[in-house]
């Protein structure tokens, strides 16, 4: 408490399609998480790119088990723009992540357009140069062709993929 008022912790956002989550994101969720006070992932329900490979629940699964330990994260989902999301959720801040100077272009229209319909700053985070070259989309490629992503996704994803890859061969 602070003359009477209660303070309240910076809530932070980070928004993605987490299909599937990567150690990527991970570090970027563990950065963020020492830098807010609460961390909210939010998964989108349907991303505008292509129908995801993980169902919702699948991604929810996958996040919740990477983050488990970290006790100022929680997980949710959303659905529309990530604009009325954050209004809604009285997030002070948008977080994402950034791993080569490419990203930047995208992010940058991303981040204006979410601050001229909500209000809301998007603050960026260098990934780990480790994982520069990690996208969910080359992590599935790799791994439904028979390649190694052990060192690329959290063990639970990992564990996830080959039930899914199993589980489309049996098709
Ligand atoms: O992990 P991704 O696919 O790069 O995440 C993209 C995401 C979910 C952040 C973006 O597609 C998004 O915000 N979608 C919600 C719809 C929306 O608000 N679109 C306008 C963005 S400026």
Redesign the pocket.
């Known amino acids: 408490m602070t003359n009477g008022k209660l303070m309240r912790v910076t809530r932070a956002v980070y ?5 599937p989550p990567t150690n990527g994101h991970l570090d970027v969720i563990e950065r963020a998480a020492r830098c807010f006070g609460e961390l909210v992932v ?1 998964i ?1 329900v349907n ?3 292509r129908a995801p490979m993980f169902s919702l629940e699948e991604r929810e699964q996958m996040l919740q088990a990477s983050v488990a330990s970290l006790e100022n994260v929680r997980v949710e989902h ?1 659905r ?6 954050v209004r809604a959720l009285e997030a002070d801040v948008i977080v ?1 992540g950034l791993r080569v100077v490419s990203d930047f272009e995208s992010e940058m ?2 981040a204006l ?2 601050r001229a ?1 909500s209000d809301v700053d998007t603050l960026f985070l260098m990934s780990d140069q480790r994982y520069s070259f990690v996208s ?1 989309s080359l992590v599935k490629e790799v791994f439904f062709l028979g390649g190694d992503v052990a060192a690329l996704v959290p063990e639970p994803v990992l564990r996830v993929m080959a039930e899914k890859r199993t589980h489309l061969q049996r098709r």
């Open positions: 928004p993605g399609s987490f299909d939010a989108v991303p505008q790119k959303f529309g723009l990530l604009a009325d999301y994402k229209s991303a357009m979410n319909l969910s």
